[in-house]
C-alpha cells in the first residue's frame, strides 16, 4: 500500500521507503536509487522531502542510468540527465520515454500511473521551437509507440527547473489506475493546434488501487476552463480557479470508486514568483483545507501566462 508524506530529511520511517524527492538548486544524485533531485527552491524556508514509501519490502536496481524501486506492486524510476545531453528537447524526451516504458514492461510493471518531468528553460523559444512544445513533440512519439501509455495515459506534471537538463521519473504499477478527467476542461491529448501541433499526452489524474481503497494522483493543475487561461496576472484569482479545477477532480473520482472518505494525503503548490508565497499560502491552505502543510516550490510554468500550479494525492477509503 502507497503512503505519501512531507517529512524532514533524516526523519525515520516505519514503513518502507520507494521513493523520495529531493528539492534545492543544487540537488544532485546521492547514490541512492530511491532518492530524485528536482532542482526547484523551496520556499518559506522549508527543507522538508516528499516521500513515497510501502508497508512492503523494497528492492533497487538501476539499468543504464535508470534508478528504480520496487515492492512488488508499484515500481519507482527515474532518469537524470545532465544540460549538455538536453540540446535536441524533442529527441531526448522521446528517448527517455521509451527508455523507461521499456524498463517498466521487462520488470513486470507495465502501466505507467503518475509521471513528473522537469526541464530547464521550459518556455524558452519562440512557436513550435519553444522547449515545452518539442518536449510535447518527443512525449507524442513515444506514447505513439508504446501501448503500454497510450492506452493508460497517466496523470503528469512538467514543470521549469532552476538548474540541470532534464529529469523524468515514474510511478509504475502491476495493475493499471483509471484515467480521471475534469468536466471543467478540455482533455489535454485533444487541445487544439494553437498550443502545439503535438499535444500534451496525460491524464487531469488517476485512480490507482490502493490496499483496500484507492489513491487520486492529480496532475499538475492550473487555472485553465476548456482549454484557455483565465485570469491572466491576478495569481489569487488563478488559485481560485485551480482549486475548483481540484473540486472537479476529487468528484469525478468518487464517481468511480465507493470510498466512504477522501482525504488530501500531500499538496506541492508550484509559485512563477516567490513574492506571492506570503500572500497565497494562508488561501492555499483556506481551499485545501490541509492538515499538512503543503510544499511550496518557485517553478517555471509550462504556459507563460500561468502563475501557479498545484498536484496532489488524496486516499479514498
Same mark, same amino acid.
Given at each position: ?17 520507494? %521513493? ?7 540537488? &544532485? ?32 536496481? $538501476? ?31 522521446? /528517448? $527517455? ?35 515545452? &512544445? ?22 503528469? /506534471?512538467?514543470?521549469?527547473?532552476? %538548474? ?39 491524464? &487531469? ?47 469525478? %473520482?468518487?464517481? &468511480? ?41 518557485? %517553478? ?18
Amino acid at each position: 500500500m502507497l503512503h505519501v508524506i512531507h517529512t524532514a530529511r533524516n526523519e525515520p520511517e516505519n514503513r518502507h521507503t520507494l %521513493a523520495e524527492f529531493h528539492f534545492g538548486i543544487e540537488a &544532485r544524485r546521492n547514490g541512492d536509487p530511491r532518492h530524485i533531485p528536482v532542482s526547484l527552491a523551496q520556499l518559506g524556508n522549508d527543507a522538508r522531502i516528499e516521500r513515497w514509501s510501502t508497508d512492503a519490502p523494497v528492492t533497487t536496481g $538501476s539499468v543504464r542510468d535508470i534508478e528504480y524501486a520496487t515492492d512488488g506492486d508499484y515500481l519507482f524510476a527515474s532518469l537524470v540527465l545532465p544540460g549538455e545531453q538536453c540540446a535536441d528537447m524533442e529527441r531526448v524526451t522521446r /528517448s $527517455s520515454y521509451l527508455r523507461l516504458d521499456h524498463l517498466l514492461r521487462t520488470q513486470g510493471y507495465p502501466y505507467w500511473l503518475r509521471a513528473w518531468n522537469y526541464l530547464l528553460d521550459i518556455t524558452r523559444g519562440e512557436g513550435e521551437a519553444e522547449r515545452y &512544445r518539442r518536449f510535447n513533440a518527443g512525449r507524442y512519439a513515444a506514447v505513439s509507440l508504446s501501448s503500454s501509455v497510450e492506452h493508460n495515459l497517466p496523470a503528469a /506534471s512538467a514543470l521549469g527547473s532552476d %538548474a540541470g537538463g532534464f529529469v523524468l521519473c515514474c510511478l509504475a504499477g502491476r495493475r493499471p489506475g483509471q484515467q480521471i478527467e475534469n468536466p471543467r476542461q478540455v482533455s489535454a491529448s485533444r487541445y487544439p493546434p494553437r498550443y502545439g501541433l503535438r499535444s500534451p499526452m496525460f491524464a &487531469r489524474a488517476a485512480l490507482v488501487p490502493n490496499g483496500r481503497g484507492a489513491q487520486l494522483l492529480v496532475s499538475g493543475t492550473a487555472s485553465i476552463v476548456g482549454h484557455e487561461s483565465l485570469h491572466l496576472g491576478d495569481p489569487a484569482a488563478q488559485l481560485e480557479e485551480t482549486s475548483r479545477n481540484f473540486e472537479a477532480l476529487v468528484a469525478a %473520482a468518487r464517481g &468511480r470508486h465507493t470510498a466512504r472518505q477522501v482525504r488530501l494525503e500531500s499538496l506541492r503548490v508550484y509559485l512563477h514568483d516567490a513574492g506571492d508565497y506570503e500572500r497565497l499560502l494562508p488561501r492555499v491552505r483556506e481551499l485545501f483545507a490541509v492538515e499538512h502543510e503543503p510544499l511550496v516550490l518557485r %517553478a517555471d510554468i509550462c504556459r507563460r501566462e500561468l502563475l501557479i500550479e498545484i498536484e496532489g494525492t488524496y486516499a479514498l477509503e
